[in-house]
């Protein structure tokens, strides 16, 4: 059977081949192929040198930017491919980037420069793999291993720790036990890796079918970048509705979260308040008072230190901070939290609120757990009939309003805010000559 090889890679490798080069894929996309896993992306390795393959593909548009560590991005049609030049590694000084990088004609020694076996297997277009390391195997046996010693491969990259935390999440593999033992020792090269680069990884990390078995395992790691999150293991909640420590309440609520960065990272971050307002009273029951407050507060820091984006912050922090607000099963508060949040929000936060609900004692939140089901039924009816939610749906505005004798300026904004208060809450139909005999006693 045929390999499914994006016909722009077959391209690249069989025009290199014509000029008597060696190529092979390598890296992500050979560990999908053997995954049975189509790739997104395509990276080839060559023994020609940058220069021989600029010359090989003259014709084609190339991005040159890669050139100082022998790399060569060819488009073609849309698609760009990196090709990179047979090369070893120079010490990394940083702990991020090699400080140079030297041509070798031997594919072997490429391939030991790697960072996991799995990353480390060439393949040809007949499917004939190089595998010096057994990534193969590996592959197969869902284990993620360090190229040689675990050790040197994270000290010469920071980063490869997070890595290795992603894809045990991304592909659900397991840790080979050296490989664990030196993530955990070198957890702290992380302090040297650039804030941008960490969010990446974490946010595929949660997004990944394997986030909680990782947050499980690994939590030194995380707070090496977010030391908030530390307090929360051995948090003992004694409390009717929870039946875990604030850390494995957390991770059951990840895990119960649809597989969405923004929800994620809202369960991971929606407690991270509650060692600071634990209280216990003289029957020995805990309370965590004003927590989400705090914990939005926490979130929004957190989240700013690793340089989220301006509305995931907003978002998450929005979310942090109302998920503990109780939601009723009526039209009118339904309503009125559609106007609040809107519905992209809204969903979200039922979501939140349904995750925080299954990381808790479930013989307590069943009927919590139907009432979030029917308050999603009334809200997608009340999207599906148009009903007034926000101020544009209001059947008047405010030339009506100052039609009526109200001067302009902030007092209209304050009279079509009563008037939709009033009909978010079913006082009034949004009915233009209801609403317009109203502007009197709204004013």
Request: proline share 5%; net charge neutral.
């Amino acid at each position: 059977m045929a390999l499914p090889i994006a016909p722009g890679a077959r391209h690249i490798l069989q025009a290199l081949a014509a000029q008597g080069h060696e190529a092979y894929l390598v890296g992500g996309c050979v560990r999908d192929l053997l995954r049975g896993v189509t790739p997104h992306d395509w990276d080839i390795c060559t023994s020609a040198r940058p220069e021989e393959t600029r010359r090989c593909f003259a014709g084609q548009r190339i991005i040159e930017t890669g050139l100082k560590h022998g790399t060569v991005t060819v488009l073609a049609g849309t698609e760009p491919y990196e090709i990179t030049t047979y090369r070893m590694e120079g010490p990394y000084s940083d702990r991020r980037r090699p400080d140079y990088v030297r041509f070798v004609p031997n594919l072997a020694e490429d391939l030991a420069r790697r960072d996991f076996t799995m990353n480390a297997v060439a393949m040809d277009l007949a499917g004939n793999l190089r595998d010096p390391f057994g990534g193969a195997q590996d592959i197969k046996r869902g284990l993620i291993r360090c190229v040689g010693e675990p050790d040197l491969r994270f000290q010469e990259d920071g980063l490869r720790v997070m890595r290795a935390l992603r894809f045990a999440s991304a592909l659900g593999y397991g840790m080979e036990e050296r490989t664990a033992g030196a993530v955990r020792r070198n957890r702290a090269v992380l302090s040297r890796v650039a804030a941008e680069r960490i969010n990446a990884e974490l946010c595929k990390l949660l997004e990944g079918q394997g986030a909680g078995a990782v947050l499980r395992q690994y939590p030194d790691v995380l707070c090496q970048f977010w030391p908030q999150l530390g307090p929360l293991a051995g948090l003992e909640q004694h409390t009717p509705w929870h039946c875990r420590d604030g850390w494995a309440h957390t991770v059951h609520a990840v895990e119960a979260a649809p597989a969405d960065v923004t929800l994620r990272l809202t369960m991971l971050l929606h407690d991270v308040g509650k060692p600071a307002c634990k209280s216990t009273d003289g029957k020995g029951a805990d309370h965590f008072c004003g927590h989400p407050a705090v914990s939005a507060r926490m979130a929004g820091e957190m989240l700013r230190a690793l340089k989220f984006d301006n509305r995931t912050q907003e978002r998450v922090v929005t979310l942090v901070a109302y998920h503990d607000e109780q939601l009723l099963p009526q039209e009118r508060a339904v309503r009125r939290w559609l106007s609040r949040l809107g519905p992209e929000a809204f969903f979200q936060l039922l979501e939140v609120k349904r995750a925080d609900s299954m990381g808790k004692a479930l013989e307590q939140v069943r009927d919590r757990l139907a009432e979030l089901d029917e308050i999603k039924i009334m809200a997608e009816q009340i999207l599906a009939q148009g009903q007034c939610l926000t101020l544009k749906d209001l059947a008047v505005n405010g030339r009506d309003v100052i039609a009526a004798g109200v001067a302009p300026g902030p007092e209209v904004g304050r009279v079509l805010n009563r008037l939709l208060d009033r009909v978010l809450g079913g006082e009034v139909p949004n009915a233009r000559e209801a609403l317009l005999e109203l502007i009197d006693a709204a004013r």
